[in-house]
T-cell receptor, first 114, second 110 residues
C-alpha cells in the first residue's frame, strides 16, 4: 500500500533563506507527483506537477525534483518571503496509472518570518 | 474560469440530518473526487468518479453517497450526519495528470 510522508511537519525560517521541503513515498511505481500549497482556511492550489519520466520542474522561485528509485521528491523554495507561509502538501495517484485520485502526505507547515 | 466550485462554504448540521455538498467544474474534466481533511489525518479520499455514470469508493466511504449524472457535477450526500463527519470537505477534478481543487466546505455536525 502506498504511503506518503512529509518531514518536517513544521518549519520556521527567516525571510530570504533558501529551503527544501521533503516528500517520500513507499512505492516507486508512481505515475506523477504533485505539490500543492494550502493557506489557512483555503483550498489547495497546485504548484508543480512532475511526470514519472521527469526529474524536475520549475516555476518561478520553486523547483521540484523527483527521484523515483529512492522514493523521494523535494520542493526547493529560493529566497523565501513571508508570503510563502502556508502548508505544502505532496500527493501521488493511487496505483501506477493516472487514476484521478490522490494519496496525500500530511504536509509541512512553513512559517517565513520577516 | 470558475474552475471547481463548491457550495456551501460553511454548514452546521444536527446529528441525523441529511444534506448534499455540491461540486461543479467547468473544465470538462473526466475525473472527479471527494476528500475530507481532518487534523492529524491529512486528506483522505471518500469517493471518486472516472466519468458520468461511473463512481467508486475511496478510503473512507461509509456514511456518504455520490452519483455522477453529468460531467460537470459530482454531489456528495450525507445520509444521516454524525459528529464524526465534522470535517473540511474538498472536491477535485482532473484530466490528464494535474488535479484542481475547490475551496472546500467546512461542515460541523452537532
Amino acid at each position: 500500500k502506498q504511503e506518503v510522508t512529509q518531514i518536517p511537519a513544521a518549519l520556521s525560517v527567516p525571510e530570504g533563506e533558501n529551503l527544501v521541503l521533503n516528500c517520500s513515498f513507499t512505492d516507486s511505481a508512481i505515475y506523477n507527483l504533485q505539490w500543492f500549497r494550502q493557506d489557512p482556511g483555503k483550498g489547495l492550489t497546485s504548484l508543480l506537477l512532475i511526470q514519472s519520466s521527469q526529474r524536475e520542474q520549475t516555476s518561478g522561485r520553486l523547483n521540484a525534483s523527483l527521484d523515483k528509485s529512492s522514493g523521494r521528491s523535494t520542493l526547493y523554495i529560493a529566497a523565501s518571503q513571508p508570503g510563502d507561509s502556508a502548508t505544502y502538501l505532496c500527493a501521488v495517484p493511487y496505483g501506477s496509472g493516472n487514476t484521478g485520485k490522490l494519496i496525500f502526505g500530511q504536509g509541512t507547515t512553513l512559517q517565513v518570518k520577516p | 474560469n470558475a474552475g471547481v466550485t463548491q457550495t456551501p462554504k460553511f454548514q452546521v448540521l444536527k446529528t441525523g440530518q441529511s444534506m448534499t455538498l455540491q461540486c461543479a467544474q467547468d473544465m470538462n474534466h473526466e475525473y472527479m473526487s471527494w476528500y475530507r481533511q481532518d487534523p492529524g489525518m491529512g486528506l483522505r479520499l471518500i469517493h471518486y468518479s472516472v466519468g458520468a455514470g461511473i463512481t467508486d469508493q475511496g478510503e473512507v466511504p461509509n456514511g456518504y453517497n455520490v452519483s455522477r449524472s453529468t460531467t460537470e457535477d459530482f454531489p456528495l450526500r450525507l445520509l444521516s450526519a454524525a459528529p464524526s463527519q465534522t470535517s473540511v470537505y474538498f472536491c477535485a477534478s482532473s484530466y490528464g495528470s494535474e488535479a484542481f481543487f475547490g475551496q472546500g466546505t467546512r461542515l460541523t455536525v452537532v
